[in-house]
Structure formats: structure tokens, C-alpha cells
């Protein structure tokens, strides 16, 4: 799982690692009620659904975890997930740190990597440069990274986004290493 503020780059942190390992990772495509931003495709970037259906959803246990974040609601697809680490590929879920903690919960062998912002002034000029959101919005989502940045210590690594390809370096290594771990014979995790 790949949690952190919005605008930190989790999408395209999480495009680098598909593109590098598309046989070994699968990427979840979260529900959301959000309205599709200019470029992003309904069934590709989100699956965008009324109220209505994401409630019918909810009732009927369809999601890994959901939450509500800055007005609208997103949630991971459960019969998606499930599908992608029967056929044994590991599952890349970009989440926020809200349904970060509801995974830790439910599934405790989940590795979560929170990804950091080098600064909030940053943050808030990859906002901006966005050009979708209003200043409400904007001062919204900076209120609410902040909030998610005081959490960042519950996760099993926190990558700081300074440059794009150092932290899909960073992230894909992390993955390796918990891939070569949870291979290990449990008679050799003991060892130095």
C-alpha cells in the first residue's frame, strides 16, 4: 500500500513501479464518488460511481477498506485484490492514510510505505500546478496533509518524493526486500 497527502505523487510514483515490474505487481483501481479529474479515464485511474452505488457497495462488504477524505469517498475494491494475489502477484493499492489504518487492521502482513512531501510549500505548488482545485480545496487538502503527515510514524517506511525516480527507487527496493523476506525459510530469519 502506497498512502499519503494528496499531491505528494503516489500515481505517479505507483505508474513507475508498474512499469518496471508489470508481471509481479498489479495495480488496484479504487472506487471513488469524486468527479474524474481532465485526463482520467472511468475503469483506468478510479472507477468513478454516485453515492448510491458506493453505499450498496459498502452494504455488501465489496470494499478491503474505504473512507472518506476531503468530501468524497474512495475504497478498495476486495474481489480485485483477492484475484491478483491468487494468480500470486503482489497488490499496489494508492490509498490515503485513513484507509491506510483500516488495512493495518484487517490485514496485518500488509507492507504500507507512506510517501512524504520534501516540504508542505511543495505540496502546495504540486497542487496548484494541477490547476483543477479551488483555494478551498486547496486550503482543504493542505489541512488534511498535515493531519497525514503527523501519522507517517505508524507505517513500515516513509520515502520522501524529492525526485520522482529516486523515490520509484527507493519504493521498488523496499518491495524486493519484503518479497525476499517473506521467501525466506522461517529457519533463516533468525539468522544474522
Do not use: C
Not at 498512502?3 to 471513488?32: H, I, M, N, W, Y
Not at 484475484?83 to 483500516?102: C, H, P, T
Amino acid at each position: 500500500m502506497i498512502a499519503g497527502p494528496s499531491g505528494v505523487g503516489k500515481g505517479s510514483v505507483v505508474d513507475g513501479l508498474l512499469a518496471r515490474d508489470p508481471e509481479g505487481l498489479a495495480l488496484s483501481v479504487s472506487v471513488t464518488t469524486r468527479a474524474p479529474r481532465p485526463n482520467e479515464r472511468d475503469g483506468v485511474d478510479y472507477r468513478f460511481v454516485s453515492d448510491e452505488v458506493f453505499d450498496q457497495r459498502i452494504a455488501d462488504d465489496a470494499f478491503l477498506e474505504w473512507a472518506e477524505v476531503v468530501g468524497h469517498r474512495s475504497g478498495t475494491p476486495r474481489e480485485e485484490a483477492e484475484r491478483a494475489l491468487d494468480a500470486g502477484r503482489d497488490v499496489i493499492v494508492e490509498i490515503d492514510v485513513q484507509g491506510a489504518r483500516q488495512v493495518r487492521d484487517r490485514v496485518p502482513g500488509a507492507l504500507l510505505i507512506f510517501l512524504a512531501p520534501p516540504s508542505l510549500d511543495e505540496l502546495e505548488r504540486r497542487l496548484r500546478g494541477r490547476g483543477t482545485e479551488s483555494e478551498e480545496r486547496i486550503a482543504l487538502r493542505l489541512a488534511t496533509a498535515e493531519e497525514e503527515l503527523a501519522q507517517r510514524s505508524w507505517f513500515d517506511h516513509v520515502v520522501v518524493n524529492d525526485r520522482l525516480q529516486r523515490a520509484i527507487d527507493e519504493v521498488a527496493a523496499i518491495i524486493q526486500a519484503s518479497r525476499e523476506a517473506s521467501s525466506r525459510p522461517a529457519s533463516e530469519e533468525h539468522l544474522p
